[in-house]
């Protein structure tokens, strides 16, 4: 029976991270990896769909730069390419994985683990021990019970990623990122999509103000809100609308993105104490069993993947040495990747508010920046809100919509992490001109 200081069972950010600094320690290291090294974020979610949302970008780009001064003619999508580009970037992420594992000196093992009840796991009949282990399992695609939902066009968000040719009617079930993210690449290559949500609006973590541009500003989208699925055929979804009505929608294709649920099974075989389907940890990832950690979307905390490198950096330290670091969930951000971006850090307004703070709440037109202004025209939309405490003044959430906002919202996660207060904000520069203004003219607005 092999023993070693960790085991890490799952691959994906939480467990790859985990594993690589506990390595770099010095620490004797085992993961396991049931399917891919890099999980479902590199091989079957974050990384595959932003390249695809790259490509429909460029192709989106192309067709309409007329105005900006670029002429172009014949232009077309072709998914083969696109999927070629897709798993060559998968491919070379994965490479650097495997790379990173071994130059951290950690061994790999493919298979799937079985927890015993003694604290060992078993992978294809042979047991392995550790003195402490993190469960980095992630999650699955939920599936609800709806008739129908088993035919062959009914897939995940794992099967569409590899469809090989375009369908003509995309129907998604569910208005959360991931179905948010495929309808805006589907209906940008042309393909008609409705999106089903059962919630009165999408994207549940934004604020309203700002789902409700982003369903304006994806006119070739049909958003059906407070709607319930209750049956798919062969050529239709059929649903309750807000009124009542049985209503039907075409689809070819049917996109089941109903959330994701955590992977407990090896959990429960070591027996961790699991409650609302998901493991349950404390604020360094602790579970109920000694030198037993759970990380990324298996603990259900948060469902990012940025969270749960997060997760595996704290869990580490916590084990070998550095106690004093803890999760804060308010300070993660957030990103849909859609055409325009929305992304987010801390708190909503309606989150706030709930949580008994005297709020204060400002908003700016992107249009009012100059390289909004000189990239998008002034007929684009984009909007970033902040939102204070009235007594403090400190800084408790910032959301955005348009260019960029994936790769800005790291700003906000500073200011709410470092609890900065809007007349902080007065001193840092930013860049001119750049996008990033618009957070910076937003905040001093409530000076």
């Known amino acids: 029976m092999a023993h070693y ?13 985990a594993a690589h600094k506990a390595g ?25 769909t932003k390249s695809l949302l790259n490509s429909a970008k460029l192709y989106e780009h192309a067709l309409h730069s007329q105005a900006k001064g670029v002429i172009t003619t014949g232009v077309s999508f072709d998914l083969a390419a696109a999927m070629k580009w897709k798993q060559d970037t998968i491919d070379t992420l994965q490479k650097g994985i495997a790379y990173l594992m071994k130059s951290s000196d950690v061994d790999v093992l493919f298979g ?24 980095a399992t992630g999650s699955s695609s939920a599936m609800i019970p709806i008739e129908g939902a088993q035919l062959d066009h009914v897939v995940t968000s794992t099967e569409i990623l590899s469809v090989e040719r375009l369908p003509e009617h995309l129907a998604v079930i ?24 059962m919630t009165d609006e999408i994207i549940p973590m934004a604020d309203k103000e700002i789902a409700k541009l982003l369903r304006r500003e994806m006119k070739s989208v049909d958003f059906y ?12 979804v059929f649903f309750i609308d807000k009124d009542g009505k049985e209503r039907t929608v075409e689809s070819d294709l049917v996109l089941m993105s109903t959330g994701r649920m955590p992977n407990t099974a090896l959990a429960e075989q070591l027996g961790v104490f699991i409650d609302r389907r998901a493991v349950v ?18 603990n259900g905390k948060s469902l990012l993947a940025h969270s749960a490198s997060r997760m595996a950096e704290v869990a ?17 951000p957030w990103a849909v990747y859609t055409q325009p971006e929305v992304a987010g850090c801390g708190l909503s307004e ?50 955005m919509i348009g260019p960029y906002a994936s790769e800005m919202i790291h700003a906000a996660a500073v200011i709410i992490e470092s609890e900065l207060r809007v007349d902080e904000i007065a001193e840092v520069v930013f860049p001119h001109p750049s996008v990033s203004e618009v957070v910076k003219e937003t905040i001093l607005s409530l000076k």
């Not at 960790?6 to 991270?17: A, D, K, M, T």
């Not at 809100?225 to 239709?236: F, Q, T, W």
């Not at 040495?321 to 999760?327: A, E, F, N, P, V």
């Open 112 to 135: 799937e683990a079985i927890g015993n009840r003694d604290g060992s796991i078993t992978v294809d009949g042979i047991s392995y021990t550790g003195e402490a282990i993190i469960i």
């Open 350 to 399: 309606s989150e706030a508010l709930r949580r008994g703070y005297n709020v204060k709440c400002a908003s700016r037109q992107m249009r009012s920046n100059g390289r909004f202004l000189a990239e998008n025209g002034k007929k684009a939309s984009g909007l970033c809100t902040v939102v204070v405490d009235g007594e403090t003044r400190v800084i408790l959430g910032i959301q």
């Open 5 to 17: 200081d960790l085991i890490v069972v799952g691959s994906g950010p939480g467990g790859y991270e």
């Open 316 to 332: 580490v330290n916590n084990l070998y040495g550095d106690t004093s670091q803890r999760m804060r969930y308010d300070a993660i």
């Open 24 to 48: 770099q320690l010095g620490k004797t290291v085992l993961v396991i990896e049931k399917d891919a090294l890099g999980g479902v974020c590199t091989n079957w979610g974050c990384i595959p």
């Open 174 to 197: 569910g208005g959360g990122v991931i179905g948010v993210e495929f309808a805006a690449l589907f209906s940008t290559l042309g393909v008609k999509v409705s999106v089903i949500e």
């Open 225 to 236: 809100l407070s709607a319930r699925v209750v049956k798919i055929d062969e050529k239709h």
């Open 281 to 298: 940890v404390d604020d360094v990832l602790k579970t109920n069993i000694p030198n037993v950690y759970a990380i990324g979307d298996v």
